[in-house]
């Protein structure tokens, strides 16, 4: 049945087409079925329909609100009406999913992440051996043989958290963030066991699984006695553990979940942290995920960090919630079937790249930072892409 909340929307659209020149997809392509007006029609045609669906219907609902929709937000910013777009794709897409037509890649994702606890399937041995080490290069970064990266430490103030893909590929970004902790004197412990912040359940549409991904970070808050949840730099992760999970799992008072970058904005902010900007040289950018800012609201924060940890570094037009999606949100990097359309989608974010001449771009999100890594290759842009966290430890005064 279809909810009062999503029948309202559908019948408040009035097919004025607005909502078009917001969407990447339209602006790449200019097809009409890129529309977001064309897909909240297929997604009032999913949530209508009873019993068995139409397998002739079905490829072409899935095709639009799987693979030419990152549910973005910013058609929601630029609809006359207010109609959350994005909210009826994913509610569409939880009815497609529940008739087990989520595309394969994108559940493999999922059902990995239910089994192993993670979505890259990274073991709690492969997990533990890659904390040891780094704190291994935290002492030996810092000459402090103190320098710790602790592992379920009870009583720790804060609980952080990881896109898995850190300890699979970039273990850089969480060696950052431990100089960051370290440097702030901070109380933090990482899970041996729950240390994934993300979610995919949320693109895939399976409540579920979404809800059983939070409740394990919040599981492992109690059981270690931690007063915050700290996200790491993840735009989907931020959003579901932040302001989706109290409706999954039916919370009435949520604990604490903050971003790492509201974090450490307070600790430079408090004076905490010493930082030279001035070892970060190259004209730098920002880049906002659209979960993190449009629809998370972690905006000046991000800015805050490079102003106090970058030389000079300039805006992207539009940018703040008006920013475009980079295309790899919606669980798109996960369905190697749309690639090629993720990647001309991806064009509109190349281009505001492109324009502002610099040669580093910060992404406070993995997903982003693996799509914008893909749109450099593709559209030859020269630059390197970090994270936010990676550029404030760059300039932390005992980096020489």
């Known amino acids: ?35 977001p007006a064309y897909k909240v029609r297929l997604a009032g045609q999913v949530l209508r329909s009873a019993g068995r669906l139409d397998p002739e219907r079905t490829t072409e609902w899935v095709d639009e609100l799987f693979g030419r929709c990152s549910m973005c937000g910013r058609c929601m910013l630029h609809c006359t ?15 497609l999913a529940s ?56 009583g720790a103030e804060l609980l952080y958290t990881v896109n898995p893909r850190e300890p699979k590929f970039f273990p850089l970004s969480l060696l950052a963030v431990a ?12 899970s041996s066991e729950s240390f994934d912040l993300t979610n995919y359940g949320l693109f895939s549409g ?4 979404a809800a059983l991904f939070a409740r394990r970070l919040r599981n492992a808050m109690r059981q270690l006695g931690a007063r915050t949840l700290v996200l ?15 409706e999954w799992l039916d919370e009435d008072e949520p604990p604490r979940v903050v971003s790492i970058l509201e974090v450490v904005a307070d600790y430079v902010q408090q004076g905490r942290l010493r930082l030279d900007p ?36 300039v805006e992207m037009t539009p940018n703040r919630e008006q920013n475009f999606c980079c295309g790899g949100g919606g669980g798109q990097l996960a369905m190697g079937r749309y690639t090629k359309r993720r990647l001309g989608a991806g064009r509109i974010k190349a281009e505001q790249i492109k324009a502002t001449g610099a040669k580093v771009v910060a992404a406070p999100c993995h997903n982003c930072i693996d799509q ?27 980096n020489t």
């Open 81 to 95: 009406t207010g109609i959350n777009i994005p909210g009826l794709v994913r509610a569409s897409r939880s009815r």
């Open 232 to 246: 790491g730099e993840c735009g989907h992760g931020f959003n579901a553990n932040r302001w989706l999970a109290p």
């Open 278 to 313: 001035s070892r970060n040289r190259s004209l730098t950018t920002l880049h906002d995920p659209c979960n993190l800012v449009r629809m998370g609201g972690v905006v000046e924060q991000p800015r805050a960090l490079l102003s106090a940890s970058v030389s000079r570094w």
């Open 206 to 209: 399976d409540d579920d699984a």
């Open 179 to 190: 100089a960051i902790f370290h440097a702030a004197g901070a109380s933090w412990t990482l």
């Open 372 to 398: 914008l890594s893909d749109l450099n290759k593709e559209y030859g842009l020269g630059v390197k892409v970090t994270t936010v966290c990676e550029l404030v430890a760059g300039a932390l005064a005992w």
């Open 1 to 35: 049945m279809i909810s009062r909340r999503h029948a309202t929307d559908l019948a408040s659209c009035v097919r004025c087409g607005l909502c078009a020149e917001a969407c990447h997809y339209f602006r790449a392509t200019s097809e009409p079925l890129a529309t």
């Open 99 to 154: 008739a087990g037509l989520v595309p394969s890649d994108l559940q493999a994702t999922v059902d990995t992440t239910v089994k192993s606890g993670n979505s890259m399937g990274v073991t709690r041995d492969e997990w533990v051996e890659t904390v040891r080490w780094l704190e291994d290069e935290l002492r030996a970064e810092t000459g402090d043989n103190s320098a710790r990266l602790p592992l379920d430490e009870p």
